[in-house]
Structure formats: structure tokens, C-alpha cells
């Protein structure tokens, strides 16, 4: 078999095939929840849906190479309306998100919220473990103990009471110490 040559075009693809892999690779198992009504529906892989969007949307190419832009990335996508007026604090041994909670009436008052805080450089991921609804008003999520320094990315995932059907998630900022 004849070694074939790959042109440039192709080597700028699956460099950044290859980086938004590996970004998503930590938040597979949210992706696959988040992105599984819509892959129903259009008959395909919440994974591949997922890297399509990141590869589409989110990739940046620099003179180094693509790098993905974290605010871009979804974490899921879907019919659900996400919350309002989310604010963020972030104390030494948690995270808190609180938000308009007035309205949870009208979009669904059990719908479950999940906060997830990716810290990207050492590729690990943690989401809130208790159960918030939309109608507490908020989500907190305890950091652990050795990642209290670490600074992350933080989405916030809405979806029903039985985890069918998800927001678009919501990129809310980095959160540093």
C-alpha cells in the first residue's frame, strides 16, 4: 500500500478533529445525557452531535494550531428554556449559582439544574451531586478538597424531572480562587 501524502487542509482538520476530542473527552457523560433528545430526533451520536457543533462553532485556529474557545462549546442542546438572570459566587469550599426563580411556574418548577465546573489543563470535570430544581432558586457545588486553587469552566445544564429532555446549556464564565 503506497504511503499517501496529506496536505495541509487535511492536517488543519485533524488537528482540530483531535483538539475537540480531546476537550470534550472528560464531559462525556453529561454530553451523552444533554445531547440524547437530539440525537433521537436526528438519528445520530450526542458525542458526534457534540464534536460537529465544537468543530463547527468553537474551534479557533491560531497560528500554533486550533484551540477551542469554552464559551462556544455546548453541553447539551434542546427544547427547555434555560434559567434567568444567573449570578455566580464562588467561596473556598463551593460554588453557587443563584438565579431568577420567580417565574419557575410557567417553565416547570421541577426541572432539574446541573452545575458543572471543568477545569480544562488538568482534564477533569465535577458536577453538583445533590438535586436542585428550578424553583430553588439556586445550585451549589461543593469543590473538593484538592481542587480548591484550581480555576474552571462553569456550565450550567437545565433539564425535566426524568432527564428526557435538556436546555441548551449555558456557559456562565471562568471561576477563579
Known amino acids: 500500500m503506497a504511503n499517501k501524502t496529506i496536505s495541509p487542509a487535511q492536517q488543519r482538520v485533524r488537528a482540530a478533529f483531535k483538539v475537540g476530542q480531546a476537550f470534550l473527552a472528560p464531559l462525556h457523560g453529561l454530553i ?5 433528545e437530539t440525537a433521537r430526533r436526528k438519528r445520530s451520536l450526542p458525542a458526534g452531535l457534540a464534536l460537529g457543533y465544537t468543530l463547527q462553532v ?7 494550531g486550533p484551540v477551542v474557545d469554552p464559551s462556544l462549546v455546548r453541553l447539551s442542546d434542546g427544547s427547555l428554556p434555560g434559567v434567568y438572570m444567573p449570578e455566580l459566587r464562588r467561596y473556598a ?18 426541572d432539574r439544574l446541573t452545575l458543572c465546573a471543568y477545569q480544562v489543563d488538568k482534564g ?8 436542585w430544581q428550578r424553583r430553588e432558586g439556586k445550585v451549589i457545588v461543593p469543590i473538593p478538597e484538592g481542587f480548591r486553587d484550581d480555576g474552571f469552566h ?9 432527564g428526557l429532555k435538556y436546555s441548551r446549556s449555558n456557559y456562565l464564565g471562568y471561576s477563579t480562587k
Open 154 to 162: 462553569l456550565y450550567l445544564l437545565v433539564s425535566n424531572r426524568n
Open 32 to 36: 451523552k445525557k444533554g445531547f440524547a
Open 124 to 131: 477533569y470535570a465535577f458536577v453538583n451531586e445533590q438535586i
Open 93 to 110: 469550599d463551593r460554588i453557587e449559582l443563584t438565579h431568577d426563580s420567580d417565574n419557575a411556574a410557567l417553565f416547570g418548577e421541577d
Open 58 to 64: 468553537a474551534i479557533k485556529h491560531e497560528a500554533k
